[in-house]
């Protein structure tokens, strides 16, 4: 028998599989690098893998703390409009600073990606914080 579900998550989802999708490509250009110059443990000395190491690492370091903070405000009845705004910066921004940390985009990019993520953490705090004490 069918049960219906009650979805509370209509629009985090969409910034999660984005999300999602985007570790793909970061991942695969470090581990294709690695292949290619038989490189198995650490950068080997090799600072264009070292740039691909870090420009993933950063997205896995910076990325769930905001999709929770994405999540929670969705569960705590944000507007579709506050959600697609964090959602959407926190993508811009992460795609800025892998760009820039990767030597394929301009150096500009860092402290732009840089700066979307970190409004989205205090943003996205404080949404949360003034919704339940309000």
């Known amino acids: 028998m069918d049960m219906p579900t009650l979805s509370l998550l209509s629009v985090s989802p969409i910034y999660v599989a984005v999300l999602g999708l985007l570790w793909v490509p970061l ?5 294709f690098y690695r292949i290619k110059h038989g490189i198995n443990i650490g950068d080997g000395g090799d600072a264009e893998l070292l740039r691909r190491i870090r420009g993933h690492a950063n997205f896995i370091e ?73």
């Open 62 to 134: 910076s990325v769930p703390i905001a999709l929770i903070i994405l999540i929670m405000m969705e569960v705590l009845g944000a507007s579709d409009t506050w959600l697609h705004a964090v959602g959407a910066t926190l993508v811009a921004g992460r795609v800025l600073h892998y760009l820039a940390m990767t030597e394929l985009g301009p150096f500009i990019f860092r402290p732009a990606g840089m700066v979307a993520t970190n409004l989205v953490y205090l943003v996205g705090s404080v949404w949360i914080l003034v919704d339940l004490f309000a």
């Open 27 to 31: 991942t695969m250009r470090a581990a």
